[in-house]
């Protein structure tokens, strides 16, 4: 038998085929009974009042139809297994409505109403929901980093730039900076929130219907904050996909570095951080290892996030302006990995950042290594000296260059001196307790004053500030919480009223 002959065999000659149902039809069902089930039939709760309100059906049919959806809803969704009959989870919940209340009253259902704007409104119920999740793990990582953050106000430790140590600067700057960064990354998280949370039901396949209905009824239903108003855009528009997939690549490329560096930190050639006992784990036969595998593990996931992520932009790069297969169900569960890896990297950091132990010690001895406050040196060489800045930054490399060459850990006194002579030819006097105040990070820390700076006062004050942006972030979590409970309630009232006046 030829490869023909024996697809044929298998798949048969009418739709679907057995290929065609293992390789798509059945995923495709699993992802829908696992993800869509509670926000099919709230789409049906709200749909079938908004129907009864506007007249199209009667107060006895509205209800008859809604018993068989309560009756549904109550169903455990792991039960429902792909059945040939449906093509797919809708049209099973169709069938199964229409065997418990009659076709004709289950078909009633869908008057006005599309499988394509029905299964837009799904991923958006869901994805917000998703949303919300990640918004408050992400406000649970900013609080853990203001909260070690501010008890290392005075932690000092060399800052680096090109992987080299720079300058000093403190912990507590250092973890409100990756602090500042998170904190934008869940203003993109909000916006992609409030672009996800817009009702598109009411657009039917594409240009609305012809029936009386309410599409403002129905969002405010299902706790929608605005309409997709153009019916088109409703159904062709996949931004809201885009835009939660992009927010979800800038938070996890943001994490991805930070948490490289607390790697490096950790290791022994480091020597700053150290990772808690339940977060490392030992080698199966090197026994003084102490392996930052939470570490490791959340760099990993972030970055299979983004490739999730990235993923959803693929997909939907170049395809048509329309419904279209690409931007559904084969998509949506990119997006609901890229959410749960992100979810996991998230509360392992927060986890990891709480708990592991500072070496203060080392940290303020490796910042007094390496020349780091030479900057230093020339700024006073301008403020208290007079000479030109370009001129003082020559001074300062000149022996900072001779150390390196050298390879002498400190610079001495009579290298400034000659410097000086060399450059500007004649000598300026340069009191060795000066020199000593300049070499310690410690000065270097306390000078630099200026708004955002590392000085402990100005962190603190930093500090205070983003604490009550985070209490406020965290209001208007819970606002947004409120509404949707208060939609869902009023919602479920609203059929129950219905339900006691149909009876």
């Known amino acids: 038998m ?128 998703q949303l919300l999740e990640v918004i408050w793990r992400v406000q649970r990582l900013r609080e853990a980093l203001l909260e070690v953050g501010g008890e290392h106000l005075e932690t ?54 012809g029936f009386k209905i309410s599409r403002e009824s129905v969002q405010a239903f299902l706790g929608f904050e605005e309409l997709v108003e153009n019916s088109y855009d409703a159904i062709a528009g996949a931004d809201d996909l885009l835009e939660t997939a992009t927010a979800l690549i800038l938070l996890m490329t943001d994490a991805g570095r930070w948490i490289q560096e607390l790697l490096q930190f950790c290791t022994q050639e480091f020597n700053f951080l150290q990772v808690a006992d339940p977060y490392v784990q030992i080698s199966s036969i090197m026994p003084q290892k102490r392996n930052p595998v939470s570490v490791e593990h959340s760099r990993s996931l972030a970055s299979s996030a983004i490739a999730d992520a990235q993923a959803v932009c693929t997909m939907i790069h170049n395809t048509p302006f329309g419904d279209i297969v690409d931007t559904e169900d084969d998509l949506q569960p990119h997006l609901y990995r890229a959410i749960d890896k ?51 930054h020559q001074i300062a490399f000149q022996v900072a260059h001779r150390a390196i060459r050298e390879q002498r850990h400190r610079i001495e006194p009579e290298w400034l001196r000659e410097a000086v002579e060399e450059r500007i030819g004649k000598k300026i006097p340069f009191p060795e307790e000066k020199w000593a105040e300049i070499c310690d990070p410690r000065y270097f820390i ?5 708004r955002g700076g590392p000085h402990p006062r100005e962190t603190r004050r930093m500090l205070k500030n983003r604490q009550e942006r985070l209490d406020a972030d965290r209001q208007e979590w819970e606002r947004r919480r409120e509404v949707l409970r208060g939609a869902e309630d009023h919602l479920q009232a609203r059929v129950q009223q219905l339900l006691s006046q149909s009876r």
């Open 2 to 129: 030829g490869t023909r002959e024996e697809i044929q065999q298998r798949d048969g000659t009418v739709f679907p085929g057995k290929t065609y149902v293992d390789c798509l039809l059945k995923p495709v069902f699993n992802d829908q009974r696992d993800y869509l089930f509670k926000a099919q039939f709230q789409i049906h709760r709200a749909h079938v009042l908004m129907l009864c309100d506007q007249g199209i059906l009667s107060a006895q049919e509205a209800g008859e139809i809604l018993r068989g959806v309560e009756i549904l809803a109550g169903m455990d969704p792991s039960h429902l297994h792909y059945d040939p009959r449906y093509e797919d989870l809708f049209f099973m919940v169709e069938g199964l409505l229409g065997e418990e209340i009659g076709e004709e009253a289950a078909g009633n259902m869908h008057i006005a109403r599309s499988r394509n704007d029905m299964g837009v409104a799904m991923y958006r119920l869901v994805l917000r929901e």
């Open 156 to 209: 000092v430790m060399p800052a680096y730039t090109h992987t080299q140590p720079a300058q000093p600067t403190t912990l507590g700057h250092y973890l409100l900076a990756v602090h500042d960064v998170t904190e934008r990354d869940t203003r993109r998280l909000w916006s992609a929130y409030q672009t996800v949370n817009r009702s598109p039901l009411g657009a039917a396949a594409l240009t609305t219907t």
């Open 342 to 392: 992100s979810n996991r990297v998230l509360k392992l950091m927060t986890a990891v950042i709480s708990t592991m132990e500072v070496n203060q010690e080392e940290m303020r001895r490796r910042a007094g290594e390496g020349w780091i406050t030479v900057t230093e040196l020339a700024d006073t060489w301008v403020r208290e000296g007079g000479l030109p800045f370009r001129r003082a």
């Open 446 to 450: 306390e000078v630099r004053q200026c």
